[in-house]
């Protein structure tokens, strides 16, 4: 075998054992970070959850909350007592306090919505029956906080 031919093989070997060798620390570091990810999002989702408690006094009076919490949205349904004497003006009030004591809980664990980009919905359902005697929930709307507006907004309907 040439010189050449020696020094051509020595080249590719050295080359395959530096793009291997480079390959591996490099995923191992990419691992780790999206380890430590996927902790701090279920970490972030378990204390968005904690938060999303109803305070006492409310659910005293009969209220209910379901909650349907991710990475990047919290979704609130509270429900009224059945037979409550909801109207959009209470409906209105009653969601705009609500999300914003949720934003200030937020805030105050140092979970900022605008920087976690979070979209937070809360809705004021009222149980009911319907004409035909069926349990129906009644709602005038629902408060958004959206993150790219960094702002709290009313949208009509039941949607």
Known sequence: MGKAKKWGI???VLLVLSFIGSMLPENKEK???EQQAAVANQQLVETMT???QLPDVVTENGFT???DVSRYYIHITDTAPENFDNDLKFS???SAGAIQTYIDALVSE???PKQEELTISLRLVTKEKSVTGNEQYRSFGRIVYDYNTDNVT???GAD
């Open 31 to 33: 691992k780790v970070a």
């Open 110 to 112: 140092g979970i900022n």
């Open 10 to 12: 020595g080249i590719a």
């Open 92 to 94: 209105q009030s009653y």
């Open 50 to 52: 904690a938060l999303t």
């Open 65 to 67: 909350r379901d909650v």
């Open 154 to 156: 009313w949208n009509d």
